[in-house]
């Protein structure tokens, strides 16, 4: 582990969750810009040196090149005077993440294999439609919990992603596209959800900074109606995430009993079902425009009968919430313990919630040939044996009651 990732708690977090040390210094002595809103850029430079006048008025053309027009090269800056420009690129970097592997699935998804300065893979999910696109970004080097049936969730947490990982991962994949400036019409990359690696809701300032920059009209410019930010139920920091992102919100339910819940979603020993349905029906900006997802993987014989389908309708009338149903068919993935319910039993299920009123439709895999489908998120930097997987699920539940 190098210096820059000294392990120190996130004061004021809702529970502890490591992070690196700030590591916007690079080891030869410069700054990185990106992941930086206007305001860090114009500090940035005015601590360099710069008047503070002019370095207001050049963190706002930095900010445009940078992420509008995905710029890395402070020379392509034309509005920059020439004789500055050798100034900065001796101060400051504009760098995108590393990327270790690129593949594409059969069906034309892709995914890339990224690294972080010091040393520590992740991943990120582009996945196109015929006229749309959605990126899948990660928020956090493995994760602290541990769904059972998601492959991330046998990793260790090693860190939180910082704003410029994350936001990096959106500028990564407008280069792979081509989709520089950012134009308002007629790209590939329209959607974003939070839903790669990692529980953003125990990042959240970094994700929320991240977003803002991602959301900003003349930065990415994709609008809060075209992101989601997926949440396995982090109750406490559901308010703000509707107050200070304002993003769609999916969360991940997949079951309505407290038995089952507690199984398969483990945090749900701390934040109950019915915790989580009232912070859904508290969530700012929440309507019947803009519902709440509920995510729901469908396990063969655990979680997918009709009763169940029907009490996942009686709870959202009863909580009165705008939603819609995301059922997910279980994506394998070497040593689960699940199997994913059959085509007939997922119908069945999505029938009893349309004749309730609600719309649930069943979510088609995409990219499972090379790892890329919902849950199946696992860098290589740890195998492990299905003993030490148990034993890792036993010790994060550990950790998670004790708080
Ligand atoms: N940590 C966040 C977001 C990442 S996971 C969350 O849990 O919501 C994105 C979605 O994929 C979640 O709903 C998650 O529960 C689901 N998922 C995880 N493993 C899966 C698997 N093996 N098959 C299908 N969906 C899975
Ligand atoms: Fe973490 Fe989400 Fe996977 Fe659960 S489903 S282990 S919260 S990434």
Known sequence: MSADTNLMPIPGQIDPVPVARPTTVRDDGRIELIGRPREAIRAALEDAGLDPRVAKLRAKQIFHWVYNRGVTDFALMTDIAKAQQPWMAERFVITRPE????????????????????????????????????????????????????????????RNLEPAEIVGQVMLARDALGEWPSAPEGRMLTNIVMMGMGEPLYNFDH??????????????????????????????????????????????????????????????????????????????????????????????????????????????????????????????????????ST?????????????????????????????????????????KSRAELDRLADEKQAALEAE
């Open 99 to 158: 990327v270790v592997e690129a593949q594409v699935s059969t069906d034309g998804t892709r995914k890339w294999l990224l690294r972080t300065h010091d040393g520590h893979d992740y991943e990120m999910v582009f996945i196109p439609d015929a006229d749309r696109g959605t990126l899948c970004v990660s928020s956090q080097v493995g994760c602290t919990l541990n769904c059972r049936f998601c492959h991330t969730g046998t990793m260790r947490l090693v």
């Open 207 to 340: 994700v929320r900074d991240a977003l803002k920059i991602v959301m900003d009209g003349d930065g990415l410019g994709l609008s809060k109606r075209r992101i989601t930010l997926s949440t396995s139920g982090v109750v406490p920091m559901m308010a703000r995430a509707g107050e200070e992102i304002g993003v769609n919100l999916a969360v991940s339910l997949h079951a309505v009993t407290k038995e089952v819940r507690d199984e398969i979603v483990p945090i749900n020993r701390k934040y109950g079902i019915d915790e989580l349905l009232a912070a859904c029906a508290a969530y700012p900006g929440a309507n019947n425009a803009r519902r709440i997802t509920f995510e729901y993987v469908m396990l063969k014989d655990k979680n997918d009968s009709d009763a169940e389908a029907r009490e996942l309708v009686r709870l959202i009338r009863h909580y009165d919430l705008p939603a819609k149903v995301n059922l997910i068919p279980f994506n394998p993935w070497p040593g689960a313990t699940y199997e994913c």
């Open 343 to 383: 085509p007939e039993r997922i119908r069945s299920f999505s029938n009893i919630i349309f004749q309730g009123g609600i719309s649930a439709p069943v979510r088609t895999p995409r990219g499972r040939d090379i790892d890329a489908a919902c849950g199946q998120l696992k860098t290589a930097s740890e195998k």
